[in-house]
């Protein structure tokens, strides 16, 4: 873990030459720091645009200076950001000139880390700031951003106070017993937890939608070798992505591509064609086909319509996987409207037909699998232990025969949404939320 006591810097804006450089500094000598460079210090929360001098008195750039005096400041400490010309001359000299006088360069995540160990937000407002930095699409950016304003801390606050008072209720039933308190203050507190624990399984039963968003689905083309499931990626993608070749056999790899599809990040996959082969590299893309296709959110499984359905691909309808089935090469003949008894959407990449609606089903499947509720999402794996182990510790109370064993679960559970917000056993949980931040943030 970093002293708490060291001044950090770092650049919070893009890598390379730009118009304007951002570096920002924090800690307990940044004001110290700040009007050595600048000539002293600008009013609180303005912009002021000063002349920087390194210690020989130099001018190393003009540029706009803003003061944050802790706690009011993104760390809740002392800090300062420096608006510079985003030359790489300019940014090297006084980046030279902080490291100078005593400024160290921040590890990844340090200034939101001091922000949460300060008080300034949470751990799920951390990690909303994370994700909002790393969103590419528009429903990402809307679901970190009511993360990061506080929705998923609000709900989790919230349940912590009730299992709070729920504990509270109990220890009083175990601790003065004999003092005329109510009889039923023991009831009251399993039948509250009961609810609380109905609550916090319902949150967890959302489908993995928060995660979904947040890390993208994943969708597999498979089919028979020239089912055209290479000219279908190819027609998705808008691009010539992968190789299409009459030759049976030319996928031999998982080819990926990205999508977006209605504001939800997509990987489509593009596999070797499914069928029996002597060739050892082709038996391997078919095991790797095989194997993808229990692990996406969808499967796209192609039909030729001039070949007769193929029992490897028809076994793919009988796996349990959602799937779509596709009658591809529709341009040949009339499509059937369906297969294996399954609805068949008509396609052609050579033509076009069914293209759009093939994209249009593809959107309706990702909205629906990643949809915003009112409620806030789930979004990490984090989240999910804790809650899933709050709510079997809640199970385990209404179940406990003594009431110290109830109160102790009570307890177990209330750690365990601790760990959500960061309330308890931080050192535990910090250095997995903030690894994956950028320098600077």
Request: hydrophobic letters at 45%; proline letters at 5%; charged letters at 25%.
């Amino acid at each position: 873990m970093t002293s708490m006591t060291d001044t950090i810097m770092a650049r919070a804006s893009g890598a390379g030459p730009a118009a304007v450089a951002v570096l920002r500094l924090s800690g307990p000598q940044a004001s110290t720091v700040l009007e050595a460079l600048a000539g002293g210090l600008p009013e609180p929360r303005r912009a002021s645009l000063r002349r920087l001098r390194g210690a020989d008195g130099d001018v190393l750039d003009e540029a706009l200076v803003l003061w944050f005096p802790g706690p009011g400041s993104y760390t809740g400490e002392d800090a300062a950001e420096l608006h510079l010309h985003g030359g790489t001359a300019i940014v090297a000299a006084v980046e030279a000139a902080l490291l100078a006088k005593g400024c160290r360069p921040a590890e990844p995540g340090e200034f939101t880390r001091r922000a949460f160990l300060h008080g300034r937000m949470d751990l799920t407002q951390a990690e909303g700031i994370a994700d909002l930095i790393a969103a590419e699409t528009e429903s990402q950016r809307r679901q970190a951003l009511r993360q990061a304003g506080g929705a998923l801390a609000t709900l989790y606050d919230g349940w912590t106070q009730r299992l709070t008072r729920i504990l509270a209720q109990q220890e009083a039933a175990i601790e003065f017993e004999m003092d005329n308190l109510p009889s039923d203050v023991a009831a009251r507190a399993r039948e509250a937890a009961a609810s609380l624990c109905a609550e916090i399984i319902a949150h967890l039963s959302d489908g993995n939608r928060g995660e979904r968003l947040r890390e993208g689905l994943s969708i597999a083309i498979l089919g028979a070798p020239n089912a055209g499931k290479s000219s279908l990626m190819n027609a998705l993608a808008g691009r010539d992505a992968v190789i299409v070749s009459p030759e049976p056999g030319t996928t031999r790899d998982i080819v990926e591509c990205r999508l977006v599809l209605g504001g939800v990040p997509v990987m489509l996959a593009d596999t070797a064609g499914l069928r029996a082969t002597q060739d050892m590299v082709e038996q391997e893309g078919v095991r790797r086909a095989k194997g993808r296709a229990g692990e996406v959110d969808l499967v796209l499984v192609a039909f030729a319509i001039d070949q007769p359905p193929d029992e490897e691909s028809r076994s793919l309808l009988r796996s349990g996987q959602q799937v779509l089935v596709l009658a591809t090469k529709c341009d040949l003949a009339t499509p059937p409207q369906s297969i294996a008894g399954h609805p068949a959407l008509p396609t052609s990449a050579q033509t076009g037909e069914g293209i759009a609606e093939l994209k249009s089903a593809l959107t309706a499947f990702a909205q629906r699998q990643a949809a915003l509720g009112d409620a806030p999402a789930l979004t990490r794996t984090r989240h999910r232990a804790a809650l899933t182990q709050a709510a079997a510790h809640l199970g385990e109370a209404g179940r406990a025969r003594l009431p110290e064993l109830a109160a102790e679960d009570y307890r177990a559970a209330l750690n365990a949404l601790g760990r959500l917000t960061g309330r308890v056993e931080v050192e535990q949980v910090l250095d997995l939320v903030f690894r994956d931040f950028c320098i600077g943030k």
